[in-house]
């Protein structure tokens, strides 16, 4: 299947449109640029429609003030022009077309040109009917990666290209430490740096960038912290008064549900983050066998991954939080 894409691309030149998810990651956007800078030196038009701006350190990942990317939420008309105009859409890292948000959805949903999903989420949207899926790759940067390979377009990877790619692999393996970072990831991160990408400056851009926010959101969370069901399940809270007095600003709770599994004997972490709106937004954190997308699906109308999924409630802070805990308990036991 890919490599009939790949053989289209190779024909002639395209017009190409590339997205991504909602509140865009490291992966997220490297992919996109990564793959858009590959297509570039490959001779085709490309344009990148990112739904909404990533993260400031995110943000200075090369190619991302470039005028061929296109932040929808900033320019609308724009980001629909675009799908009007592209006749090959590849949309990468999600895997439903609600991920790229209510704005953009109807986009994808009808869009009339080739549509190709590259992506590592379970479950793809049976509307991608050429879909690059595969739950096994720690992120879509490095499955980019292996279209290149594929392609034998080594050769045409310059340090844009690399760098995003690298950043891409390295913030969804947790700097090369989840269990689905392999030999294969090594040996495509060892490429990448061959091609021009600086791994230290990549996670010191990423890392050692933090405002003083982020710090003071995170001793609170840390503070909260319980352990349910016999110290197999940690919950984390931030409340709204949290926030306002950590002065955080969106972002600054990144990773930090990773710290419940920090604890001996962790094999759950949640976090929950009150929202202005009244909705509490969860994050999933699980280790081995422990499946936190079943979990939020069934729960909290949520997903993702085996071991890291998302969900929202508007049960209330001190409800859900009451909730939650017997839930764990049950499943935990
Ligand atoms: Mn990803």
Redesign the pocket.
Known sequence: MIHDVLQALRQRTHQILITTHWNP?G??VGSALGWAHYLRASGHQVRVVLPNAPSKPIQSSPGYTSAYVTVAEERPDEAAELFRRAELHFAL?YNTPSRVGSALEPFVREFAGRQVLVD?HQQPDPLFTEAFSSTAKG??SEMISDLITADDGWGKVDVACAENLLM?MIT?SGSFRFPSTTAHTMATAARLIEAGAHAHAIHARLYDANPLSRLHTFGHGLRSAVLVAGGRGAVLVLSLADLESAGYVAGDSEGLVNWGLSVDGVEVSVLLREDAAGLVKMSFRSTGDRDVNEFARSYYSGGGHRNAAGGASSLGLADLKAELIQYLEQWLA
């Open positions: 990651d992966d997220a890292d590592h992120s879509t891409g969804d």
